[in-house]
């Protein structure tokens, strides 16, 4: 209990002015205590006044005090430096960044516990303590602790700001109101801010309404994240068991192919082998017998001759080398054919399925759709390599680069019959379905092309195949300085800046579709016309081109 009373005393024991415990203690005539050093070089600096006052309650005195060493306090001191006990104050009680420090602190300044607005001054607990025990400060005017006290007060009439002018919105004295703020709507600084902070109250229900709503977005989209995650392992896990599945059949065709191949090849060759022995055994048999009518033949005896003749011309059944039928570089060609074939067909089957695959992943979207860009960057974002199908290609249109351009031709080009192929007008689809957002230009040399966007079953046949003149397909006429826009045979004249390249923007989930005009020089982009509508099938880019010799490129974007 002792050493708790220490504890509670020892800012008796401390020096206002150095902040430490007592050295040398003096008091001086109000009955403060300082360190003998400390009053005595406070002192010094008011030699010239011949005035001497108490650093903490300013009473002064004349002439300068004698000071003598207060040696109960000295005592009181050295029992409390025999505890262990730190007089100063803990580092919680010093001026933090955001706090307002102590006005009358020396070196590192205490935390101000109040600001008197009479004296404009802040004060720790230790220098305020004078403002309680002297009448002298009775009516002053304490409050909790301001920053920046002197911007409290008025410029002009150096009165306290606590009227508040609702006419300018601002803070004024009572002078201000009876002066340049006369007959202004006035209310007291107080009851302004008791309806601003019933508004900041308002205010900060909604702002944390805000940040409840936020958090629980926060988790939806967490759980939305963990959604995707385990979907898309599932589905990575699904695939890669199939796709083994595929490899493993592939593999097991791949090796009943070479067996059939080598058990076919050593059929053959045993065959070819057999007959092969026969014929080497004539052809000794042939050669010995031979020989000996050869020697019959020099016999000069006509008696032996003709007596060893019937034996000998005749021959034993002879291997029929006519049923011999040799097929020149066809032997196992075939199968080679056969096997390219179905690399061939398969190609297509993995290319058309793996594309579907492909724009079945880019279909999952979970947030709502997008706003549209805004610059040629942000498009590109979407940019599609886009080729076109030459089994819908008008036969007068020429495909090159890659498939990726169609030029109209003077005659009709050899291709193969399909039903894909239009026949009334030279347009040609794109080999690739489009969905989610797509983005692609068009670059075009000629004043007659329209680039399109079409659904697959649209007529082959007919004026109403033409992209444009039915409600499977939009098309946008680009001509020599005119555009226009045609959808179910409706046509809508269109203005913008001429460009040989046309940028298109198809968000499909957002029933989005835009036309845009691609500087030549620059990327800027002009919105040339924006469709909104439903899509409710799977859509392809197409290109028609009007006269003979005429192109229009899909360009390749990097």
């Not at 020892?10 to 400390?38: A, E, I, Q, W």
């Not at 002078?175 to 302004?192: P, Q, Y």
């Not at 080398?321 to 080679?336: A, G, W």
Request: hydrophobic content about 30%; aromatic content about 6%.
């Amino acid at each position: 209990m002792a050493q708790r009373g220490l504890q509670l005393d020892r800012g008796t024991l401390c020096c206002s002015v150095c902040l430490d415990l007592l050295k040398d203690p003096v008091t001086v005539p109000c009955g403060h205590s300082y360190c003998m050093n400390c009053v005595n070089s406070r002192w010094d600096e008011e030699d010239e006044k011949k005035t001497y006052s108490c650093p903490q309650c300013r009473q002064s005195f004349t002439p300068r005090p004698v000071l003598v060493k207060n040696t109960m306090l000295a005592v009181l001191v050295e029992e409390l430096k025999k505890t262990g006990l730190q007089a100063a104050p803990a580092d919680h009680c010093y001026a933090g960044p955001e706090d307002v420090a102590c006005d009358v602190c020396t070196g590192r300044k205490l935390r101000a516990v109040k600001s008197c607005l009479v004296c404009r001054v802040s004060y720790c607990e230790l220098h305020l303590q004078p403002h309680f025990e002297s009448p002298a400060f009775e009516k002053h005017k304490l409050v909790d602790p301001l920053e920046n006290l002197q911007e409290k007060f008025c410029s002009r009439h150096d009165e306290v700001l606590k009227i508040f002018c609702c006419t300018d919105q601002q803070c004024i004295c009572y002078l201000c109101s009876v002066d340049e703020h006369k007959g202004h709507d006035t209310v007291s600084a107080a009851a302004e801010r008791t309806e601003r902070q019933r508004e900041l109250e308002g205010s900060r229900h909604n702002i944390q309404q805000r940040i409840q709503d936020r958090e629980e977005d926060v988790k939806l989209l967490q759980q939305e994240v963990e959604a995707i995650n385990g979907s898309a392992d599932k589905a990575v896990e699904h695939s890669e068991k199939i796709f083994t599945q595929l490899i493993r059949l592939m593999e097991e065709r791949r090796s009943d192919v070479k067996q059939q191949v080598r058990s076919q090849q050593e059929t053959e060759v045993s065959r070819v082998k057999e007959l092969q022995e026969k014929l080497e055994q004539e052809i000794i048999e042939l050669k010995r017998k031979d020989a000996e009518l050869k020697k019959l033949s020099h016999t000069e005896d006509h008696n032996q001759f003709l007596h060893n003749y019937p034996s000998l011309s005749a021959l034993s059944e002879s291997t029929h080398s006519s049923s011999i039928k040799i097929r020149p570089l066809k032997y196992f060609e075939d199968v080679t054919a056969a096997v390219s074939e179905l690399r061939d067909k398969l190609q297509d089957v993995l290319d058309e399925e793996l594309l579907k695959i492909s724009l079945t992943v880019t279909e999952v979207d979970v947030l709502l759709p997008q706003p549209e860009p805004e610059t040629r960057d942000g498009f590109l974002q979407y940019f599609r390599q886009i080729t076109l199908d030459p089994n819908t290609a008008h036969t007068q249109l020429l495909l090159s680069k890659g498939n990726r351009k169609a030029t109209v031709m003077r005659e009709k080009q050899s291709c193969s019959s399909h039903t894909d192929r239009f026949t009334d007008w030279l347009q040609v689809l794109s080999r690739q379905r489009l969905t989610g957002r797509s983005y692609w230009e068009v670059e075009r040399s000629s004043a007659g092309v329209s680039v399109a966007v079409s659904y697959k079953e649209i007529s082959r046949t007919g004026s109403e195949s033409g992209f444009g003149n039915n409600d499977l397909s939009w098309a946008l006429g680009c001509f020599d300085i005119t555009y226009n826009f045609r959808h179910n045979s409706i046509r809508t004249l269109l203005s913008g800046p001429p460009s040989s390249r046309v940028g298109v923007y198809l968000d499909q989930g957002a029933g989005t579709l835009s036309f845009y005009s691609v500087s030549d020089t620059s990327d800027t982009m002009t919105l040339l016309h924006r469709v909104h509508t439903t899509f409710s099938q799977p859509l392809y880019a197409g290109l028609l081109v009007y006269w003979a010799g005429d192109t229009a490129e899909l360009c390749e974007l990097k």
